[in-house]
């Protein structure tokens, strides 16, 4: 494994925060009482409603002599305009773009931050797949168009955060920002602590280098018993992921994927994912596609272990992204997750074998298609490397 391993870290406090509703105004009121230091880690930045109550928050924080660091990916901020950009430097806040786009850098423009991270004062990390745009949250009328969880963090664990976030911020001064320094933390995976209440752990991938995100989602599906349930917008899982879960699958657990629905911001991505569906219907694995609106949450629950966080774990995904999610173990935050897809399900549309192998003529035709473009793309690009 290139790079190294956070630890599991006890006595922290986690809360579940459902839909941009809820956790952009605990971003907003965190950044508001700051005293001393605001870091922000973003992949998608855009102007709008959401973006002006953050930059505003930000710009306030500033001026009080909060020191205000801003990292936001070089192409998921596109639509962050100039105007919001001046306005964060006017006010003294640090600002700084990860790979930003240009001809010269040819296939490593597609190495992209796509973490989510939002630190106050070292005391307070809020964390998991939101981005600022109205879509996430539009607080005229408090409504949300995308679905999404975050998690605020208190406790041990939100200083292995900032050591994240702070190796990613030196490391965005050089061309290569996507391979920052390995020298921290443990040579391996620590093993799953016997304490069930209050444990932590920050899981990342460096793009293509270090993925002990994705090890470690891989060793606690092959060690589940009970259940498995699994959220993400995007599903082009890699074939370690789907071998674990057939097995799991077949050995009696019960494995369910929530999935995005015809309400999608990828059409193309959710045809090419619909490849895999029957060989997992085939081996006992539930599959839901959720209907109220577009599902960008990436969650999952196994026995009482929750992984929370920015990654999709799809081979795009751990190819080319800087990742984060966190690891926890805790009665409250694992009841919380459960209710979380308990409600999901019941506004889902199950898919079954029978009704899966009836489905439209041109549903078969557009994931054919797609399967075969996301195939192609992915070898190329996997020759090149």
Known sequence: MAGAVFPWRSANQFELLIDGSEFFP?????????QAHVDLELYLVEAGRCAEAIVQA????????????????GYG???????????????????RFYNPLSWRRGVNNLYRDHRKLLLV?????????????????QPDDNSCQWHEVMVAITGPLVQDWQMLFDRQWRANISRKAWRPATHFGLPRLPSTPREREGMGRVTYADAHQHRDILQSLIQAINGAKERIWLATPYFL????VRRSLRRAASRGVDVRLLLTGPRTDH????????????????SGVQIYEYQPC??????VLIDDWVSLGSCNFDHWNLRFNLEA??????????????VSFMNDFSQSQPITLQAWQSRPLWGRVKQRIWGWVDRLVVNILGRRQ
């Open 294 to 299: 577009f599902m960008h949450l990436k969650m």
């Open 26 to 34: 605990r971003m907003l009121a965190a950044i508001e009482q700051a």
């Open 237 to 240: 899982p890699t074939w370690g």
């Open 325 to 338: 999610n966190l690891e926890a173990l805790d009665p409250v935050l694992t009841q919380a997750v459960v």
């Open 58 to 73: 930000l710009e306030q924080a500033a001026r009080r002599e909060v020191r205000v660091r801003c990292l936001f990916d």
């Open 267 to 282: 059409p193309s991505v959710r045809y090419a994912g619909h490849r895999y569906y029957p060989r997992l219907l085939k």
């Open 77 to 95: 901020c596109l639509a962050f305009t100039i105007g919001l950009r001046r306005r964060l430097t006017d006010a003294g806040v640090e600002l």
């Open 121 to 137: 004062d070292q005391q307070l990390a809020v964390v998991g797949g939101t981005g600022v745009t109205d879509e996430f949250w």
